[in-house]
């Protein structure tokens, strides 16, 4: 009897443990800290190449293939944002029928990418990812966006990706081929960067966002050193003149990569040197070691969970 009262305590004293570190925000409270509000969000579109267009709402950046074939998209926002989306490929010329988008390209499964799922699987849309991204939208998890935490509730089976690949995958679609494309762990482990040849562009996901500092979710496997080779090997592929659609903010161009690839390598070298000599982990943020790329990439305090991010990648 005495030692179930212990076991008892003993688990008590774990659960209460547990929420205590789990201090994750509710979706609501998490739209109100971005100051993201579905009611009042309104989807804008920006001609890319021939039948290839960026969608704007809010969330990730959407990439829409319009066509003979139908419609394929890259990233799906949130469900809220689906009959917007929606609407807004109908005013585009897609051959939608009753609204319908034949295909969804995950780049990752953190939510702000692919909760559209929620609405899009059921209605049939068919779902592909990287392994790792169905994986993990299988399973949920905290998101530790060091500013804030949210834990993205597992996806029921109809909004999971039915077709998944590892390394490369390419498809014939409307014309053109589109390839996607794995290059290991970098925002997260299951990340895609998706190719329209026939257009000269590329969707990055979060590995390459236009909107500040990025995110390397540490806690999902991502890695700076990943992020640096992903872009690298995504550049490896494109033509000078190729279009960017960012998983967040505007289309910018390789010159813009090849700038932020630069930033990531000298802030993570910045980092590695000064745990190098010992510092902690308050010491490495408090040495203010982005100041000279925060007019380009976001205020000083837009850096300090990047630099977290990158001190946590560089000591895991
Ligand atoms: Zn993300």
């Known amino acids: 009897m005495n030692a179930t009262k212990t076991m008892i305590a003993a688990a008590l004293v774990w659960l209460v443990g547990a929420a205590a570190a789990d201090d994750a925000m509710s979706l609501d409270e998490l739209l109100e800290r971005f100051g993201w509000d579905f009611d009042t969000a309104v989807v804008t579109t920006e001609r ?55 295909y969804v390209i995950n780049t990752h499964w953190h939510f702000d990418h692919a909760q559209g799922n929620l609405a899009l699987g059921p209605a049939g849309t068919r779902i592909l990812s990287h392994a790792n991204a169905r994986r993990d939208m299988a399973r949920g998890g905290l998101i530790n966006l060091v500013i804030a935490k949210y834990r993205q509730e597992p996806y029921p089976e109809d ?10 995958m390419g498809l014939r679609f ?8 794995h290059a290991g762990p970098a925002h997260t482990t ?40 992903f872009c690298r090997t995504v550049l490896d592929e494109l033509p000078e003149d190729a279009v960017v659609i960012p998983g967040h903010g505007r289309l910018a161009d390789r010159a813009a990569v090849e700038a932020y690839v630069g930033m990531l390598e000298t802030v993570r070298s910045r ?8 510092k902690t982990r308050e010491e490495v943020i408090a040495a203010k070691i982005t100041a000279d790329y925060d007019d380009t990439y976001g205020l000083e305090s837009a850096s300090l969970g990047f630099v977290d991010r990158v001190y946590a990648s560089l000591t895991r």
């Open 271 to 278: 980092v590695a040197d000064l745990i190098d000599q010992g």
């Open 159 to 168: 909004a999971l990706p039915a077709i998944t690949y590892t390394r490369r």
């Open 48 to 102: 890319v190449g021939d039948g290839l267009y960026a969608l704007f709402g809010l969330g990730g950046n959407v990439a829409v293939s319009i066509g003979a074939d139908g419609v394929l998209i890259v990233d799906d926002q949130f469900p809220e944002m689906v009959p917007k989306m929606r609407a807004a490929i109908e005013a585009l010329g897609g051959e939608t029928g009753a609204g319908e988008i034949d």
């Open 174 to 181: 409307n014309g053109e081929q589109i390839d996607l494309i």
């Open 190 to 229: 299951g990340d895609t960067a998706v190719i329209f040849r026939g257009q000269n562009a590329v969707h990055f996901g979060d590995v390459f966002i236009t909107t500040g500092y990025p995110f390397v979710d540490v806690d999902s496997g991502g890695d700076i050193d990943g992020m640096i080779e």
